[in-house]
């Protein structure tokens, strides 16, 4: 399995997941052409993707979902309370082909099993993903709430995983958020914290099965790629691969 993350924050979310001959996207936060041209940097054609799977309703990870339909001909995966509650917000256009799927199920493509795993996120059905396939194991797991119930035990299930790690608790108290948007960060429902992010690592990588992590999700305004990197490696030592997605960049090809 190899995955490629072509954005990851709150300007727009699209991580591609390559295994068995599948060929998936998880979101479509960033526009069709750039998509497309972040997978042509990696020789692949956004084509053949098989389906563009979102996570939940919040634009930066379905917005740009209807082009990738029209443009691409992907077939949407979306939960109906998802695609009832981002379209309620802002249509997205004439879609045709939409396969439902529960935010606490599977979906199945050829040698591919999706496993959706239910957040506290504060979107309408949100979930995060394990992608399996060939006895491996990857975690696409962003706008998480909290650390829930479960959590903990399916990341140590993982070879590999994009973990949520949103934002420096200092950077946040300091920044220029208002006091609401501030709240609603490190509330129950809105994301993990470098420190939650990095704890809950350590504690997955003493079951000796996850390799690495890349980063994800971080903040623009209350984070900053060195500080969640030395915040992750106070933690956890060298005990484990990091890598930091941009919010701006299309990554290189991570293996799994
Ligand atoms: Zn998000
Ligand atoms: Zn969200």
Known sequence: ??????????????IYVEADGVRLLFDAGISGVQAEERLAAHGR???QVDGVIISHDHSDHIGHAGIYQRKYGLPLYVTPRTLAAATSRKPLGKLTDIRHF???????LGGVTVQAISTPHDGEDGAVFIVSAGGKRLGIMTDL???????LQLVASLDA????SNYDP???????YPPHLKSRIKGPRGHISNHEA?????????????????LAHLSEQNNHPDVALKTHR??????LELAVADRYKVSGVFMV
């Open 234 to 239: 106070g933690v956890l030592g060298r005990s």
């Open 170 to 176: 200092d950077m946040l108290a300091n920044g220029p």
């Open 102 to 108: 529960h935010s606490s199920g599977l979906i199945r």
């Open 145 to 151: 709430g909290h650390v829930f119930k479960d959590l």
């Open 198 to 214: 990095a704890e809950l690592l350590c504690r997955a990588t003493t079951g000796g099965r996850l390799r690495w992590a890349c």
């Open 1 to 14: 399995m190899i995955a490629i993350s072509l954005q990851s924050g709150s300007n727009g979310n699209c």
């Open 161 to 164: 995983v994009f973990l949520e």
């Open 45 to 47: 054609d956004i084509r």
